[in-house]
């Protein structure tokens, strides 16, 4: 029992020795930290700065978006007055539109003709040639004619006419 109780008496005094040691660096810490804070100060006055700049910046696209959305209308009102004579040009050009959809000129036309003209089915490859299409036009024709019922798939990237 008498161990026990030195024991823990020089665990007493360790732990005392440690108090002293943790109080002195919180001393030495207190005194560098008003150097921190001075240091923290000056950043948070960059950055209201910064903040102050960049919501003019902000304010002045705004007021140049305003001034342009309001040239735009402007301009907008002038054309609106010139439009009945834009508007007679416009009918005359939609019968020639009308002749090229007769003659058959059309992307799925020329897809869909492409692909009848093989019994045996026509590959993405072959139709890219034939039609000179894009990729992305000759994709949306596909789909389309597929949905419509026009053509079938034989293989993977082989169509044929149904």
């Not at 140049?64 to 508007?87: D, G, L, N, S, Y």
């Not at 007769?102 to 093989?118: E, F």
């Amino acid at each position: 029992m008498k161990k026990v109780k030195d024991q823990l008496k020089a665990i007493s005094k360790n732990l005392v020795s440690l108090s002293k040691q943790v109080d002195k660096l919180n001393k030495q810490v207190d005194k560098l930290q008003p150097a921190k804070k001075a240091a923290a100060k000056k950043t948070a006055a960059k950055k209201t700065a910064v903040k102050k700049t960049a919501a003019k910046k902000t304010a002045a696209k705004k007021t140049a978006v305003k001034k342009t959305a309001a040239k735009k209308v402007a301009a907008k009102k002038t054309v609106a007055k010139k439009k009945p004579a834009k508007a007679k040009v416009a009918k005359k050009k939609a019968p020639a539109k009308a002749k090229k959809a007769a003659k058959g000129a059309t992307v799925l036309d020329a897809v869909l003709s492409a692909i009848k003209s093989s019994p045996s089915g026509v590959a993405i490859s072959k139709l890219k040639v034939k039609t000179k299409l894009d990729p992305r036009q000759l994709s949306n024709a596909l789909y389309k004619l597929s949905k419509k019922g026009a053509i079938k798939t034989k293989s993977r990237g082989v169509y044929v006419k149904s």
